[in-house]
C-alpha cells in the first residue's frame, strides 16, 4: 500500500474516532426518548412564556368590558385576536394594547368572502355599507348589533 | 413568527386569506444564500473534473482555481444555515445524532464526504508533491506548515507521482456523482415538500444541479479572469472561449429544463396553478421574468450566441465574458430567491399572499448574507497564496 494512502488511512481513522468521541459526550441525554429528536425539547417549548394570556386574565380588571362582550355576538372572540397579546399589558398597564379603529380591520372577517359562511359571520361591502364611514363611529366592536 | 406580535400589525402585509403561520417567512435571505453558495461549489468542482476526466486541456489553467474555488465556498456553506438557526450553537446535534428519518439530517454526512473525501482529498493528491517541493524552498515557519499539509510525506520519486496521479484520477470519478449528489440533494429538500406546489417536482434536483453548473462555472470564469488580471498576467483567451463554450451549452440545457418544468405545469394547471400564475405575474416579476430570465439567461445566451457567429476582438471579448459571468451569476442568485422566497410567499390555501422584504436596518439576515459570500473570496486568496497554482511544476497528466 502506497504510504500516501496509509498516512491518510491514520488520518481518517483519527477523525472518525473523534466523531464517535464527540457522539459519545455531545449526544443529548433526551434523543430518542420518544423519537429522533430531544424529548425534553417537548417540556423547553411548554415552559417558555405564554405571549396570549386569555380572555378570563383580561376580564380580571376590565370585567364591564367583558360582560358586555358576552351578551354580544363576539362572545367567542378572544380579547387579544383584536388587541395583540396581552403578556406585557399585564405586567405593566402602562403598556397600551392595540386598539384597531380602521374598518380594514373589522373587513378582515366582515368582508363579503364566497368562502365563509354568512349564517356565522356577517358580511358586507365596507363602501356600499357605509360610504367610507369608520364601522366603530356606528357599532361598539363589544357588542355588535346587527 | 416573532416579527409579527399582533394580528393587527401582520395584516398589513397581507393580502387575502392565509394561515396564521404563513404569515412571516420561516426561510429569509440566508436560506437563499444556501443554495446558492452550494451550487458555486459544486459547479466549480465539475468544471475541474471537465479537466481531469474529460481531458479537456483548454481548461488546465483554471483546474486547481477551480477547485480552491469550490473548498472556498464549501468551507463557508453551511454557515448561512448555521446563522439562521434560533439555537445556532446546537448546530453540532446534526452530526452526532444522525438518523434516516429527515432528508435534512443527511445534510452534514453529504457535506462531510464531499469535504473529507473529495474537495480535500483531490486537492491534496494534486499538490502534495509541490507541498514537498516548497517544504524544502522555504524556510522556518512556512517550511513546517508544507510538511504539516503533507502528512510529512516527502517522497517525490516518479513512482510516488504517479500513484498521486492515479489516486487524484479515481477520486475525480468518484468526485463527479458526489457533486450531483451533493447539489442534487439540495434540489431534493425543495423538490420533496409535497405540500408547497412551487416547490413539489421530480425536476427540482435536475434543475439545482444543472443551475448549479451554471452558476460555478460562471464563477470560475469571473475569478479565473480577475486572478489573471491582478497577477498581470495575459489571460489564456483559448481557455475562456472554451469555458464560456460549456457555459453556453449548459445554460442552455438548464433554461430548457426550467422550461420544461413551467410548460409541464402551466399545461397541467391542476388547482394551484391560479395562485402560482397570480405569483409569478406579481410578487416575482421582478425578480423572475427580469433577473431571473432576462439578466441570467436571455443576456447571456444572445451576446454568447452572437460571439459565436461573429467573433469579436480580444479585448472586447474579455469584458463581454466579465459581464456574462456576473449576469449569470447574479441570474442564479435570483433563480434560488424565486425558488426559497416564492415559494413562502403564496397560502397554502391558494387563497392569499404574504410579503418579504430584506430588511437592511434592523435584521441581521441581510448582513449575514453578505458576510457569507464575501468570506469564501478571502478563504480563497488565502488558498491562491498558500497553494499558488502558477507555481505548481506542471503535473504528469
Redesign the interface.
Known sequence: M????K??LV??AV?IGV?LG??YF???ES?REF??Y?GKALTEIADQEA?YVQMETCAMCHDSIADLKDQGLHISIQC??????GYRHVEDENIDM?I?ENS??CM?CHAI?A?RSTSIIKQIDAIEHSEGEDCISCHNPHEPWL | MNKYESLYEALANLDGYIYPNEIALNWDLLIVMYPYITGLVAGAFILASLNRVFAIKALRPTYEISLLTALSFMLVATMPLITHLGQPWRFYEMLVTPHLTSAMAIFGFVYLWYLMVVLLLEIWFDYRYDMVIWSKQKKGFMSFVYKVLTLWVLDTSPQSRRTDEKIGYFITVVGIPSAFLLHGYVGFIFGSIKANPWWSTVMMPVIFLFSAMVSGIALVMFIYMVVTYLRKQKIDMNTVDTISKYLFYILIIDFSLESLDQIHRIYEADESFDILKILVHGKLFFTFFIMQIGVGVIIPLLTMGTMMIKKPREKIRKILYLIISICVLVGIFYMRWNVVIGGQLFSKSFYGFTSYKVDMISGSGFWLSLLWFIIPFFILAFLLWLLPPWKKKESIH
Do not use: S
Open positions: 502506497p504510504i500516501q494512502v498516512r491518510l488520518v481518517f477523525f466523531m464527540l457522539k455531545l449526544t443529548p434523543w423519537g429522533p430531544r405571549k387579544e385576536i383584536c388587541h395583540g397579546p392595540v384597531p380594514d380591520f378582515t368572502n368562502a
